[in-house]
Structure formats: C-alpha cells, structure tokens
C-alpha cells in the first residue's frame, strides 16, 4: 500500500512539475514596426528587437535601394557599429530585454528624406538559424498656404477660363481639389465648399529638401449659375497616414459671369448631396426688360432615353403639369404676370429624390413678346446638368486567403513567412474613381498607418441608392511583427486612416509552434535536451512593466516546481522513517497476533499441521511448562473431549501471556518469514 502511494506522489509530482515548465523554446525573429513616420527636420524615435537562444548572434538594419542594400547598422554582442551617414545622424543605444531578446533603440537627431526614407530589412543571425522582417521610414512635412489665381474673374458665359492652385504642399506628394461653394441669387446661404475637379497626379516637383512644389492648372467652363460664385483650391493624400498634417487652403476667387441670354436657368446646389439636400430648379430672367410681356416659362428635362421631354410650365398663374409622375414627388410656384417677377421653381423634396432619375438635363425656354421693334420673342436655355454626391456608407468585413489558394479562409493566425490576401467590396460613393484604401495598426501601435502595398481594384458597377461598388485586394507577408496585427479597409476617407464614412476591420495573429521541454523532474537525472526560455515578444510601445510581469510569471512557475519537488523528498524521508519505526517497535504487537491465529487455527483443525499457517519464530524466549505440555499434546495426540477442553483453556491463557508479552518484552527481535 505504501509502495503504490509513493509511486503515485511520484508520477503526480513529475505531471505537475513538468506542466508548471512547460514553455515555447526561444526560435531566432525579429520584431518591428511596420511603418515609422517621422517629420523632416524633426526627431524621431523607434526601437526593434531581435530574439536568439545564446549571446553569440549577429542583428544588422539595412536600407533597400535599386542598386542594392546599404547597411546601416549592426550589433554584437551589444556592441554597435553604424555606417557613416548615421553615425552623425542618429544615435542607437542596445539593451537587454531578458536572457535572450535584445532592443536596438534608435534615436534619428534630425530627419532627412534623403538618408532616411525608404524601406529597410533587420536581420539576425544566431546558432539556430536566421530571421529578418521589413519596415519602412516615411517622411512628412506639412504643407505651406496655397494660391489661387485665375485668368479672369470677369467672364462671358461659355467661355473657358483657368484656375491655378500653387504652393509647397509639403511630403508626400499630395491629390490636388478645386472647389466651389455655390450662390442662390447673389447669396451663398451658408453653403459649404464642395469639390469640383480633382488631379492625382498634380504637376510640381520635388524641391532638395524633400517637399514638393505645386503649380497645377485646372480648366473651367462657367455658365450662369457660376456668378458670383466663390472657387478655392486644397489637397489630400491617396497614402493614409498616422500622423495629422496641418490642412492646406487656398484663398478664394469669386467670378463675375455676364450673359446675353434673357432666360437663364439655376440649380441648387449644382451638386446635390443626395438624401440630405432638396434638388430645386429654378428658372428667371436675366434681362426683364426686354421684355414687354410673357406668355408662359417652361420647363424640360432629358429622360434616360435622352430625350428633352416637357415637366411643368406656367401661362400667366396657372401651373401646368406634363409629367405626372413627377408632379407627386414636387412642389412648383411660379408666375408670368409680369416679366420682372416671373419665374418657374422646382422643388423635389429630399426624401423623394430618385437616383439616378432626377439627377440630370434640366433646360428652361420662354415665349413672349419684346419691346420696341423686337416682336413675338421665344428663348431656350443650355441644357444644366444636376449632378449629387453620395457618402459611402457600407463595406464588406474583409476575406482573407492564403495566397494562391483561391478559397477564403476563416482562419485569423498564420505562421511567420506565409503570404495572404485581404479583400474588401463595398461602396465607394458617387465619385467612379474612388478607392478603397488599406491601413494596418500592428500591436502597441497608437494609430493606423498607410500600408505601402500596391492594391488591386476590381472594375467600378453600379449599385442601388446611386452608389459605385468595388473592391480592392492586397497582398500581406506575414512576419514576427505581426504578433497582433489590426488591418482596415476604407472608403469616403480624408488624409488619415481611420476617417472613412464606410470602413471595416479584421486582426490577423502569428501562429507560434509550440513545444514543451522533457516532463523529468529535477530530482532524477538531468535530461540532455538543450535548454529552452519562453519567447519574449516586445512590439513597438511595449513597456518595461509588461516585460517585468512576463518574468515575474516564470519566476513563480519555478519556485512551484521547486516546492512539489521538496514535498516530494519530503515525502520519501518520512517513509522511511516509519518503516524503520515498525521494524523496532511493533513486533510484539505482530507477535501476539499471530500467535493468537496459530493457536486458534490448530485448536479447530483438530491437530492437523498440514494448514498453510505462517511459521512464526520467537527468540529467545522459552516457553512455560504448561504452553509445552499443551502444545506437544495437541500435535501428537488424537483429539478427544478432554483435550479439546485443555487446548481451549491453553489458548486462552496464550492470549493472556501474549498481552502480557507484549508489554515486558517490547525489547525482543522478531522475525517474521511468510
């Protein structure tokens, strides 16, 4: 029974002790941010950390250039070297995390576009082989105020004129707007600017220090409605970045455009912000008093077909529908009574507005008579386009999928070097152009950056409630850094990631091989395996206090190993020890016993010796007379009553000699053979 207890605190001890060590053995990596921005002129701080399992490794950080890689770094054994645009440039200092990770800090003095920007490789190369992971330094600069200019402020209607939008836009290159906030008779009504034109692809060019020059041309057709309107120019960025910028305006320019038309005709806005903003045509005349009467004022608007088809009109004060479709989705007012306050108004309300059907051709015409010599008189409009801008509001959770696969996976933890896919469909909003961008936010990192990966985008469709549908794939390589990766997907964004009207995100993980070390406790003999130390991750704002939990950790982890292997020893000291106790003093206690059993086994046997009764011999005690007598009666004998009753008698006054042996004689050896 002891034996089986000892052997089972045993294997209890070895289970819990092996389970308490269990760790995940150190492997070579790198650990990086993936993009560092950092503003030119300023300083910028980050650290990378390598992991080896010995002291004996080599880290270098190299730049990536077409004609190849230039090192700018390296440390051995804590000791480090830099090439030497860096020495001066930057300082880095080393330190180690734990026994076997190992922070490079880097402190860049002032940052300089041309020495620093680019994409860079850290390596480390230790006794189980060689890691390395990617990450990229991306300058900034903000931009400078703009200028707008203009080749005429004073314009006929019809004819072409050219904005310019000119100024040090700062870094990266920048997406140049032109804007517009519109006038409803004379008066902007607290309109907001919105943007008109855009160019991806500015002109200007690159100045020594790294910040771009604009000067970019934007041609622009005015008509009516452009009087006294204000135009202003700013700019974005495609790339989304983690670092605010400060925002770029252009002084405003109002135009002065004349006509020689009598009717004109005005949309409000010219870009209706669909479902949050009425759609009002409105039609007028320029020069009222030309006009000695009028006969009516009619309105048309161009049909999916493309044909102008009539809407509504008005003779003297009576209001004429043609469309009577349209009549119950609109208001109208208007008036031909006299020329100097006739007018034709058309108000679609904004939760009845339908896209794209009402956004369209509207053209106004007349029919009158003039003064003087001039007659019978009648006048058409060019046709006004109403445009709308829609916000994107809906977007796909990412798909993910192992590169070449073809199939999505639901599966978030991928190991370090496989290549994925990240695909999202979703709305884009009204502009055919737009982009669904991608950002990704790496564990400890404080914002989303822009990553650098070229994206796929799918062809623009058409989509219900006037919004353009697409989507944008990109290519990932997982590495070391992505212990907790965060990625985004976008669209209707500003400059910064995160600023989309539609976004959705998906966290991808590193799967780490895990293993445990031999399940032999330290009380036997130690096991040839090489040592292993559970992998220390430290990503990009870690803290120190993390570190020092993680150690604590193993730290308690060892001593409760060490306390189940002293009970252990404990344990067996203790066994022993009563052994050694029963082997002394409870003899005669066995004695007594096994006496009793002999005699009353052969009293009921009727002299047999043939029984398998335990032999018992007791030395060097004699025995009495009558214990003799009794005994050698009862195995030479036949049994008869007489002797039946004596061998009774002689067995219960055994059991009174046994009592009273065991306490005079607990001195006595024992030996006992089964």
Request: hydrophobic fraction near 30%; proline fraction near 4%.
């Amino acid at each position: 029974m002891e034996q089986n207890t000892f052997t089972a605190l045993i294997l209890f001890s070895v289970f819990f002790g092996g389970s308490i060590a269990q760790t995940v053995p150190v492997t070579t990596y790198v650990t990086t941010p993936k993009v560092i921005e950092a503003k030119l002129g300023e300083e910028a701080r980050f650290y990378l950390t390598y992991t080896t399992p010995d002291n004996s490794s080599e880290f270098t950080v190299s730049r990536l250039g077409a004609n190849g890689t230039e090192e700018i770094l390296r440390v051995v054994d804590l000791t480090v070297t830099t090439n030497a645009n860096w020495t001066m440039a930057a300082n880095v200092q080393t330190s180690a995390v734990d026994g076997d990770t190992r922070r490079v800090n880097v402190t860049i003095y002032q940052t300089d576009f041309v020495t620093h920007e680019g994409d860079y490789v850290a390596m480390v190369t230790g006794s189980d082989g060689a890691a390395q992971d990617l990450f990229t330094i991306r300058t900034l600069a903000s931009p400078d105020q703009l200028s707008l200019s203009v080749s005429s402020r004073d314009v006929s209607e019809g004819t072409p004129i050219q904005f310019t939008c000119s100024g040090n836009t700062g870094r990266p290159e920048p997406v140049v707007h032109l804007l517009q906030r519109e006038t409803y008779n004379g008066t902007n009504q607290n309109a907001t600017f919105h943007r008109v034109l855009s160019d991806t692809s500015p002109s200007g060019s690159f100045l020594e220090n790294g910040t771009f020059s604009l000067s970019h041309n934007f041609t622009w057709t005015p008509t009516w409605q452009d009087n006294l309107v204000e135009f202003r120019c700013d700019i974005s960025y495609n790339i989304g970045l983690g670092t605010a910028l400060s925002s770029a305006q252009s002084n405003q320019i109002t135009l002065n455009v004349t006509s020689t038309k009598i009717i004109q005709i005005e949309t409000k806005p010219q870009i209706v912000r669909y479902k949050e903003e009425d759609l009002v045509v409105v039609c007028t005349l320029n020069k009222p008093e030309t006009l000695q009467n009028l006969f009516f004022l009619q309105l048309k608007r161009r049909s999916p077909s493309g044909t102008l088809n009539n809407v509504v009109s008005v003779t003297g004060a009576t209001i004429q529908w043609q469309d009577q479709t349209l009549q119950n989705r609109a208001n109208v007012t208007g008036t031909v009574a006299s020329p100097p306050t006739a007018h034709l108004s058309m108000v679609i309300r904004k939760d009845s507005v339908q896209c794209p059907l009402d956004f369209t051709e509207y053209e106004c015409s007349l029919s009158g008579f003039g003064t003087g010599a001039t007659g019978a008189f009648s006048e058409i409009t060019d046709p006004v386009k109403v445009s709308y801008t829609v916000q994107p509001m809906l977007i796909e959770t990412p798909k993910v999928r192992e590169a070449g696969s073809g199939v999505d996976t639901s599966q978030r933890e991928f190991r370090n070097g496989t290549v994925i896919e990240l695909t999202c469909t979703g709305q884009i909003g009204s502009d055919q152009n737009a982009t669904i961008r991608w950002c990704a936010k790496t564990a400890g990192a404080p914002t989303f950056t822009g990553l650098s990966n070229a994206a796929v985008h799918s062809m623009t469709t058409s989509g219900p409630n006037c919004q353009n549908i697409r989507s944008s794939t990109v290519t990932y390589n997982i590495t070391s850094s992505d212990i907790r990766t965060e990625f985004l997907c976008e669209s209707g964004y500003s400059s910064q990631c995160n600023s989309g009207t539609a976004k959705q995100f998906v966290t991808i993980s590193l799967d780490l091989p895990s293993s445990t070390t031999s399940t032999t406790p330290e009380v036997t003999t130690p096991s040839t395996t090489t040592s292993t130390t559970t992998r220390k991750v430290v990503t990009q704002g870690q803290n120190t206090g993390e570190q020092a939990e993680s150690n604590t950790g193993l730290i308690v982890g060892a001593v409760v190993g060490g306390v189940v292997v002293l009970i252990v020893i404990i344990l067996v000291l203790v066994y022993f020890l009563i052994l050694r106790r029963k082997s002394a003093g409870e003899s005669s206690t066995d004695l007594s016993n096994d006496n009793t059993t002999k005699a009353s086994s052969k009293s009921s046997s009727g002299g047999s010796t043939n029984n398998q009764i335990p032999e018992i011999k007791i030395q060097p005690r004699k025995k009495t007379n009558k214990e003799v007598k009794d005994t050698e009666g009862y195995d030479n004998e036949a049994l008869d009553e007489e002797r039946v009753a004596r061998t009774q008698n002689g067995a219960r006054e055994s059991m009174g000699l046994s009592n009273g042996h065991s306490n005079g004689v607990a001195d006595e050896h024992v030996n006992v053979r089964m």
